[in-house]
């Protein structure tokens, strides 16, 4: 007998609050299964692929992973998914898209640039918005830095791999913790450290490929 999939999420939250492992796990699954197979109908029908990923199995992943965020992070999502569970997806997914959309836009925007401004000619540009981090003199200082590494990440976006790409994005335009960034992936500080180490390698590699 099918099992609706407001009565799995119901159990999976019920087996969260009584920090049972065995059914979390299990649920989890089962629930992890469900919003794959949601977020695959989801991205063909709505244009995420092939128009903003060209993957059908990432565009899935990732757009799972963020419904998957939003039910276990915000209990307003979580309260509405234990009575109706597809209107949920729905509408994150279309939140997703939108983000997509946009994510899409502003790396178009950035890479016209980079073909365009004469700026991006001075190959240190995008060390020294790297290397600036967060000193800064005053709160438009602050929000301009953090505007240039919005800038950067964008353009960084088409050399990095996924990981580093989220890494340098939650450092360094988001600025938060280590620890939280960990959290929020899943992994240790070191790996964090070690993604932010690779996309700063990267960083240098584009430095020299301007030089040339």
Same mark, same amino acid.
């Given at each position: 007998?099918?099992? #609706? ?18 059914? +979390? ?12 197979? =949601? /977020? ?7 244009? +995420? ?8 199995? @990432?565009?899935?992943? %990732?757009?799972? !992973? ?8 915000? #209990? #307003?999502?979580?309260?509405?998914? %234990? ?13 997703? !898209? ?24 001075? #190959?240190?540009?995008? +060390?020294?918005? $790297? ?12 929000? &301009? ?5 919005? !800038?950067?990440?964008?353009?960084? @976006?088409? $050399?990095?791999? *996924? ?11 988001? %600025?938060?913790?280590?620890?939280? +960034?960990?959290? &929020? =992936? ?15 390698? *990267?960083? /240098? ?8």
């Amino acid at each position: 007998m099918f099992v #609706p999939d407001e009565h799995v999420f119901r159990m999976f939250r019920r087996a969260r609050d009584a920090k049972n492992a065995g059914r +979390i796990g299990l649920f989890s699954e089962v629930l992890s299964r469900r919003l794959l197979s =949601l /977020a695959r109908g989801f991205a063909v029908r709505s244009g +995420i692929y092939p128009g903003s990923i060209g993957n059908l199995d @990432q565009a899935a992943e %990732e757009l799972s !992973q963020f419904v998957w965020e939003c039910l276990v992070t915000r #209990p #307003p999502d979580a309260a509405y998914a %234990e009575k109706f569970f597809g209107q949920l997806f729905k509408r994150r997914a279309l939140d997703f !898209q939108r983000r997509t959309l946009a994510k899409k836009r502003n790396m178009q925007d950035s890479l016209d640039a980079m073909d365009c401004s004469p700026e991006d000619d001075d #190959p240190d540009k995008t +060390i020294r918005k $790297v290397s600036a981090l967060r000193q800064h003199a005053t709160p438009a200082d602050a929000l &301009a830095s953090k505007q240039e590494h919005a !800038q950067v990440a964008a353009r960084l @976006q088409v $050399v990095l791999g *996924k990981e580093e790409h989220y890494v340098y994005t939650m450092l360094y335009v988001e %600025e938060m913790p280590v620890k939280d +960034i960990a959290s &929020a =992936l899943g992994v240790t500080t070191r790996t964090v450290n070690n993604y932010k180490n690779a996309a700063l390698d *990267k960083v /240098a590699e584009m430095r020299k490929e301007f030089k040339k």
